[in-house]
């Protein structure tokens, strides 16, 4: 059986329409038919043929419901289970049949005609054919201005539809103009779109006009779009078929003017110019081969070809690319560490590891270059130190930074069969250095970031892996580039986010924090020198006495690095350079006595809570990616209550079990004492964490909460010049913590004049600088016990 419902034009509709309560039912495969469409039928199946022959006999109406397909994905097995009758649609159309044509090889051609929609409420035979129990669908009456709006709407786009595709006849329009009734309209254009079957089907179920009209609108208006879109795309294509013929046509007109006149063409002077260029260069056998095989692929290509400059342009980049050039390392000890230490002040275990490398270079010259990771706060110079590393060892530099990137095509580049496709930013920093052996500075590798477009961190682990790196190949070049010779600095902040693999192919090294005295050095040899320079002054016009470096540096910057530190400098000689450029000539002095004329009241003051001793008050130790921070932690105990204990200050999980177990143990040690009953079964405990709009969480706050808690208990603050950091275990032991080294030195900024830590750490104070070990005290503690008795003699009895 077969039709072709695109050829239906509009019958008369029919007055009072009764369907039997029992008609045939014939199945359409991949099309529907609506009320009112003259359709064509061709049945050639022979139960079908005897259902025609039986309604023809009869009332001469038949029932058109469209088949469902079987799924794709249907076994054999679950075919053989479905019933015809089971995909059939519910819905369909009464038809009734107008005309009718007998083939001499027993098939039949109906004209038939839908009178209206109806519904199958069951199936009362299925063989030979089906028939079924229907019910009528009467079709609602809208005529308001909604509806008309629809129709215009409508109808003006199927208008549109009918110019633009010539598979649709013009009377359609002249049909289209003379319909009034809504429904007639959408069930006429849902039958001439060419569109799924299942979109028709919904049309063709929907009882109001309304609705049917807005579901066509919308496919209508994108079927509209489709079609122009189409003509457009053609229009485009027909013009450059029709340019690139001319200009083939001009250009062998040009050759032959060109051989006439004896001139070479341009084309040929360039594969002449690449031709000895791949001469010349320096390359690996199996570079030069692929660079061969592909300028004699250039060579039988016409330059007006599209392919000509891809080709072209790959190989410019094999020949740019220092395949075999190096340069010659400076491995004179003693100069190397005169230029890190002009540039740099402290660092001493990036510049030992630099020397190290130098000495076992001068000893072994196939030696691998290191992978060095710096990690330290923001501030510290470790992006300026890789200069002075390339400087130091004489070889060229190249940085990019890896924040925010989320393309692992930024990387490996991208394959040539992209249009404007590039090396990623390797190749591309070796192409600019020149050279097979720079020092690569990848910075900011702990923001790398992730999409759909694949992974950097993941394609960086080749080019970070000493075993791998040697044959490192970019996805435009195809080619192995060897990376063992280059010198690969990265930077970060933290190492929590950078993905193990990645971790563990880099030598980390820690840059802490500056100490004060640290900061003033810095300052005097490299900060006051840059700025007075960078505003035009000179020492004649500003001078910084220690004492204002310092009062800058206590009073208006608390950072583990040195860059606010500039800020605030490069302030002060931006108002001598005001006060030179209106005609004042004498020397300016900026002390800690005129300090404020300059940057205005200090910025930091001594906080309000160590200004006088509070109960319930702690100093804690916290490290952040900028560096260490002091936490006070405040506690109070409030009457009428039953014991519980509540954190607030953004605190996460991890420090709220911390709370939970200090207080654990303190009920554990005092809750059988009289004197304390009340305070566990009367009074709740509050602990609160300043700064409640920074997130906190971690262990290392456990000791600090449990001197918090007994501080409230037995009623008697807790020496302001004394911070901790510890974690506590449910019996009262205090384990390790990290980051010992920046909270100390956050400490010493704050003047904290005693610390105390876990027995366990006591082996990371070689790394805390003399200074700030000669002016804190430290108190190495394994239990909870011992951190009371320091702070409280002989509260334990």
């Not at 083939?248 to 040009?254: A, H, I």
């Not at 007994?710 to 009623?715: A, D, F, T, V």
């Not at 005693?754 to 003399?770: F, K």
């Amino acid at each position: 059986m077969s039709d072709n419902p695109s050829e239906a034009l509009v019958a008369p509709r029919a007055g009072e329409i009764i369907l039997p309560a029992e008609i045939p039912v014939l199945p359409i495969s991949e099309a529907v038919i609506f009320p009112s469409m003259m359709v064509p039928l061709v049945l050639s199946d022979e139960n079908l043929v005897r259902l025609a022959d039986d309604c023809l006999a009869g009332d001469k109406i038949l029932g058109a419901f469209t088949q469902q397909d079987l799924p794709q994905e249907a076994e054999d097995d679950e075919v053989e289970e479905v019933r015809d009758q089971d995909l059939i649609y519910r819905v369909g159309t009464a038809v009734r049949i107008q005309k009718m044509l007998r083939f001499p090889d027993g098939s039949m051609r109906l004209l038939g005609q839908g009178v209206a929609r109806c519904r199958i409420t069951s199936f009362s035979a299925t063989e030979p054919y089906m028939k079924a129990r229907v019910e009528l669908i009467q079709e609602e009456v809208q005529n308001d201005s909604r509806t008309l709006a629809y129709m215009r709407g409508v109808a003006n786009n199927f208008m549109k539809i009918i110019d633009a595709t010539e598979a649709l006849s013009e009377e359609l329009k002249v049909v289209v103009m003379n319909i009034d009734d809504p429904g007639r309209l959408a069930d006429l254009v849902a039958t001439n779109l060419d569109i799924e079957v299942a979109e028709k089907q919904k049309i063709l179920e929907e009882p109001s006009p309304r609705k049917r009209l807005q579901l066509l609108s919308k496919i209508v208006m994108r079927e509209l779009d489709v079609l122009e879109l189409g003509q457009k795309l053609q229009t485009r294509v027909r013009k450059s078929i029709d340019k690139d013929q001319r200009e083939y046509y001009l250009r062998q007109q040009l050759k032959a003017i060109q051989r006439e006149l004896g001139d070479a063409d341009e084309g040929s002077v360039e594969l002449d110019e690449l031709k000895e260029r791949i001469a010349a260069a320096e390359l690996p056998e199996n570079v030069r081969a692929a660079a061969e095989r592909e300028f004699d692929r250039l060579s039988r290509m016409s330059p007006g070809a599209s392919e000509y400059t891809v080709s072209k342009t790959y190989l410019d980049w094999i020949l740019d690319l220092p395949w075999q050039t190096s340069s010659d390392d400076k491995l004179n000890l003693k100069r190397a560490e005169e230029v890190l230490d002009r540039d740099h002040y402290g660092l001493e275990d990036v510049k030992e590891r630099i020397i190290e490398y130098l000495a076992v270079r001068k000893l072994k010259e196939d030696h691998r270059g290191p992978i060095l990771c710096l990690v330290g706060p923001p501030g510290v110079g470790k992006t300026s130190l890789g200069r002075s590393i390339a400087e130091a060892v004489g070889r060229k530099f190249f940085r990019f930074s890896l924040g925010g990137m989320r393309d692992e095509a930024e990387i490996r580049g991208h394959r040539r069969t992209y249009v404007g496709a590039m090396p990623g930013r390797i190749i591309s920093g070796m192409k600019e250095c020149g050279t097979n052996n720079p020092v690569f500075m990848l910075d900011e590798i702990d923001k790398l970031g992730q999409d759909f477009r694949g992974d950097p961190a993941s394609a960086l682990l080749e080019v970070l892996d000493p075993e791998q790196n040697s044959s490192f190949t970019d996805h435009y070049l195809t080619l192995p580039f060897d990376l063992s010779s280059v010198m690969f600095i990265t930077t970060a902040n933290m190492l929590d986010t950078i993905p193990r693999p990645l971790l563990d192919r880099m030598e980390i090294i820690q840059l802490p924090g500056y100490t004060n005295l640290e900061k003033l050095q810095i300052a005097k040899r490299y900060l006051v020198p840059r700025q007075i320079d960078a505003n035009g002054l000179s020492g004649k016009y500003i001078r910084f006495t220690d004492a204002g470096l310092m009062a800058i540096i206590e009073n208006h910057t608390r950072e583990a690095g040195v860059r606010n530190l500039e800020r605030e400098i490069g302030s002060v000689c931006r108002k001598v350079a005001t006060a030179v450029a209106k005609g004042k000539r004498k020397k300016q002095s900026v002390t800690s006595r005129n300090l404020e004329e300059y940057l205005g009241p200090p910025s930091y003051r001594e906080d309000a809570l160590r200004k006088r001793l509070v109960v319930g008050v702690v100093t804690g130790l916290a490290w952040t990616q900028v560096g260490g921070k002091i936490l006070y932690i405040e506690g109070v105990s409030l009457p009428g209550g039953r014991g519980a204990l509540n954190l607030t200050g953004q605190v996460g999980s991890v420090m709220q079990e911390s709370a939970s177990a200090a207080y654990s143990y303190l009920r554990h040690r005092f809750g059988d004492r009289e004197e304390y009953r009340d305070f566990f079964s009367k009074r709740d405990i509050h602990i609160h964490l300043p700064a409640g709009a920074i997130p906190k969480d971690g262990p290392s706050a456990g000791i600090a909460m449990a001197s918090v808690l007994l501080s409230l208990l037995i009623r008697k603050p807790i020496d302001r010049r004394t911070a901790m950091t510890g974690e506590i275990t449910l019996t009262g032991a205090v384990l390790p913590i990290g980051g010992l080294l920046e909270k100390v030195l956050a400490a010493h900024r704050a003047g904290i004049r005693r610390v105390i830590i876990p027995e366990s750490n006591t082996v990371d104070l070689e790394d805390i600088p003399a200074e700030v070990r000669e002016a804190i005290s430290f108190v190495p503690v394994s239990h909870v016990t011992q951190v009371w008795e320091t702070i409280f003699p002989g509260v334990l009895g």
